[in-house]
């Protein structure tokens, strides 16, 4: 099975953020344990008594907000370049998927529903082209604490049920 491990950045409904950005990391279900070793090891620097409280993310890292404000900027820098690092060693039937979408140039659409449909679709797409290869894994999309939880999931039950504008889901969303 591949798991795709799925989150946002920014708000739909806020007219103060210009883009709405989806992505996620597509990975083989055995691969989530060792990923997960070695982030938790960069975590450590941050909270070494309870790394798995660490949340990996960019802007905050970057910017030192929250529990990253303490941190040189360098030693954040160098965790995102560790973090990304991490992905590149990892085994090359992993994959990022990302949508990112200006809301202003879809409107009146819901950034939302655009942006899963297109992480969704090629998602599907991928494990399409392994099935043909031989490989013949199914997978399923695991997201973060979201607010757009109902949403995501209704929009899923379409996707596999009547579609999406590109067809059905076939593979994914299991």
Known sequence: MYLLYAD???????AGQEYFVLAGLCLFERQGFWI????DKIASRFDP??????ELHGNPMKS?????RRFPKEDRINAIIDALAVLKRSHPSNRVFAAAVRKS???PDDPVEHCFEQLASRFDHYLGRLHKSGDTQRGIIIFDKSTYETTIQALATDFRTIGHR?????????
Do not use: H, N, Y
């Open 166 to 174: 590109w067809g059905l889901i076939r593979k994914g969303l299991e």
């Open 64 to 68: 030192g907000k929250g529990i990253f």
């Open 105 to 107: 140039v879809i409107s």
């Open 49 to 54: 008594a309870d790394p798995s409280s660490v």
């Open 8 to 14: 946002e950045s920014g708000t739909s409904s806020d």
């Open 36 to 39: 997960g070793q070695e982030l």
